[in-house]
């Protein structure tokens, strides 16, 4: 990758169309919204068809009833070549899990998740181990613009209500895009959230330890402060490597001395830089 300097003359033109392209994001996410209130209001005129096509040229399709829902989910990925991207926040059409994604990932096709932050701490997800599937790639960010699955760059569902609440979520319908320039723009806007997330770094099945005295190898130590910058609470985060709440907290005290910084925050901050350089 080619470096770029301040004393450069291109600097300003770089700076001016790094400017425009986020001008450009902002106005596809501000033309999104628009388009799902327009879907939205007629997708409650005709609530009484499970899929029904709302745009000229069968562009997309509004999908209703829980069971639809589930099952449009679970045949996108099946009929996935390459991958799936997701926005990953709650409310979920289904409590039992993606097992679709494990067979997914069992048969090649690549998985990028950004998980929004509620995600991590909703109840019964982070406290469970391994709810980031082996062969999954994760990232967190605060908040994620809505819940989102777009595969193999072609098609795309997202719901219709922007919602927290599951039953408003279900009821207004998911929408499935097909192949056309809303679709790009929600690739685009992945690609763009996706670089800003905080990897999430995961142990492997089998790696976590139950014995009181942290391994404080590089790789554990790695995984513990993914799960530390992404927002995961210390309980979630002495879950998911398998040891007590008290060493997960000796351990990070112990990080925080290594590297001279006082609290948290400074922690976070020190691992950032690192990231950076």
């Given at each position: 990758?080619?470096?770029?300097?301040?004393?450069?003359?291109?600097?300003?033109?770089?700076?001016?169309?790094?400017?425009?392209?986020?001008?450009?994001?902002?106005?596809?996410?501000?033309?999104?919204?628009?388009?799902?209130?327009?879907?939205?209001?007629?997708?409650?005129?005709?609530?009484?068809?499970p899929a029904e096509p709302v745009m000229p040229g069968g562009i997309a399709e509004v999908v209703h009833g829980e069971a639809e829902q589930q099952h449009i989910i679970e045949q996108l990925q099946r009929e996935a070549r390459k991958e799936v991207l997701t926005f990953v926040r709650p409310p979920y059409v289904s409590s039992e899990g993606n097992f679709v994604q494990k067979e997914r990932l069992a048969s090649g096709v690549e998985y990028r998740s950004l998980y929004e932050t509620t995600a991590l701490v909703y109840p019964g997800a982070a406290d469970m181990?391994?709810?980031?599937?082996?062969?999954?790639?994760?990232?967190?960010?605060?908040?994620?613009?809505?819940?989102?699955?777009?595969?193999?760059?072609?098609?795309?569902?997202?719901?219709?209500?922007?919602?927290?609440?599951?039953?408003?979520?279900?009821?207004?319908?998911?929408?499935?895009?097909?192949?056309?320039?809303?679709?790009?723009?929600?690739?685009?806007?992945?690609?763009?959230?996706?670089?800003?997330?905080?990897?999430?770094?995961?142990?492997?099945?089998?790696?976590?330890?139950?014995?009181?005295?942290?391994?404080?190898?590089?790789?554990?130590?790695?995984?513990?402060?993914?799960?530390?910058?992404?927002?995961?609470?210390?309980?979630?985060?002495?879950?998911?490597?398998?040891?007590?709440?008290?060493?997960?907290?000796?351990?990070?005290?112990?990080?925080?001395?290594?590297?001279?910084?006082?609290?948290?925050?400074?922690?976070?901050?020190?691992?950032?830089?690192?990231?950076?350089?």
């Open positions: 990758m080619t470096e770029r300097h301040p004393n450069r003359s291109g600097a300003g033109a770089d700076t001016a169309d790094y400017a425009a392209a986020l001008s450009g994001l902002a106005a596809v996410e501000s033309g999104l919204a628009a388009v799902r209130e327009r879907l939205t209001a007629l997708a409650a005129a005709r609530p009484s068809r181990p391994g709810f980031v599937e082996p062969g999954e790639l994760a990232r967190a960010a605060p908040t994620v613009p809505m819940k989102l699955m777009i595969v193999d760059a072609e098609r795309a569902l997202l719901p219709l209500s922007g919602g927290r609440d599951r039953s408003v979520v279900s009821s207004a319908g998911l929408l499935l895009l097909h192949p056309s320039v809303l679709v790009d723009a929600l690739l685009e806007l992945f690609e763009d959230r996706w670089l800003r997330g905080t990897p999430l770094r995961m142990p492997a099945v089998g790696d976590a330890e139950e014995d009181p005295e942290f391994p404080g190898s590089p790789e554990l130590d790695e995984q513990l402060l993914s799960l530390l910058m992404s927002g995961l609470p210390d309980k979630a985060i002495a879950s998911q490597l398998g040891i007590s709440l008290r060493t997960l907290q000796r351990r990070i005290r112990s990080l925080m001395e290594s590297t001279g910084t006082a609290n948290r925050t400074q922690l976070a901050w020190f691992v950032a830089q690192q990231r950076l350089t």
